[in-house]
């Protein structure tokens, strides 16, 4: 029985699949968002966005994503399969075309929270009593 023999280099390239970039490829060398983004934070596509024209294919992923509601850049990152980092910088590009909206730029919904205030003097009244003891 022979032992097995490694493949020439030659074989060896022609196997090796390579069809991803390097990360700093994808954001053109630059390391650093231009916004304060947090794995939390929460982004959404504009209405009537259908595209990141211009932008490479990681970004147009993305921001289908944000198409279907409000997803965090975690969330994103892990749809990519990209570092965080290299996310944050893709989605400030987003934000920075208009693209995009991070749930820190909405204007809050004070009809809702106002609800929910209701809500909460009803189920528990003497609790803003209690808070001021």
């Known amino acids: 029985m022979t032992p097995k023999q490694p493949p020439d280099e030659a074989e060896a390239w022609a196997v090796e699949e390579t069809h991803t970039l390097r990360p700093y490829a994808v954001t053109g060398g630059r390391t650093e968002p231009t916004h304060s983004l947090h794995l939390d934070t929460q982004l959404v596509a504009r209405p009537g966005v259908t595209a990141a024209a211009g ?32 996310t944050k910088i893709l989605l400030s590009d987003l934000i920075d075309a208009e693209l995009l909206d991070d749930l820190a730029t909405l204007p809050p919904e004070t009809h809702f929270l106002e609800q929910v205030l209701v809500a909460l003097r009803r189920k528990w009244p003497d609790a803003a009593g209690a808070s001021a003891a």
């Open 55 to 86: 932008m490479v294919p990681e970004a147009d992923a993305a921001l289908a994503l944000c198409r279907d509601g409000f997803r965090s850049v975690a969330e994103i990152s892990a749809y990519l399969g990209l570092p965080a980092q290299i």
